[in-house]
C-alpha cells in the first residue's frame, strides 16, 4: 500500500510563482533531501555542499533550481529571508501547474530512492 504523495506549497503571484525551500549548506552533496510539513505549509528539502558563506550556498541553490526546474538562472530568485535557511523562491516564466509537477517528479525520485 502506498501512501499519498503530499502536495508542494506552490502558488502563483502577479511576479511569478513562489515556494518555499529549507536549505542544508555544507551536505555532503547537492540534491533533494525530503519535504517538511504538508499543505499551504509544505517546505521543499534541500541539500548544498556549499558552505553559507558569501553568498556561496545561495549561488548553489540558484544553480540547482535552475537545473532542477528547467529555468535560466535569471528566472529564479530567493525573494524573501536571503540569509535565513527557509527561503521564499520565486520563479518567473511558467506556471505554478509546470513548477509543481517538476517539484513533485525530482520529490518521487528522492523517495523511491528511499
Do not use: Y
Not at 504523495?5 to 525530503?34: H, L, N, W
Not at 556561496?56 to 532542477?68: K, Y
Not at 509537477?101 to 523517495?111: D, F, G, I, T, Y
Amino acid at each position: 500500500m502506498t501512501m499519498p504523495t503530499p502536495a508542494i506549497a506552490v502558488r502563483m503571484t502577479r511576479d511569478g510563482v513562489v515556494f518555499q525551500v529549507r536549505v542544508t549548506p555544507r551536505s555532503s552533496r547537492t540534491g533533494i533531501a525530503g519535504m517538511l510539513g504538508e499543505g499551504n505549509e509544505a517546505v521543499l528539502k534541500i541539500a548544498l555542499q556549499a558552505p553559507a558563506v558569501e553568498g556561496r550556498a545561495n549561488a548553489a541553490l540558484i544553480e540547482f533550481l535552475s537545473d532542477l526546474l528547467d529555468a535560466p538562472r535569471s528566472a529564479i530568485e530567493i525573494a524573501g529571508a536571503l540569509h535565513a535557511r527557509t527561503k521564499t523562491i520565486l520563479v518567473r516564466g511558467q506556471s505554478a501547474d509546470q513548477i509543481a509537477a517538476k517539484l513533485e517528479a525530482a520529490l518521487a525520485v528522492v523517495r523511491q530512492g528511499r
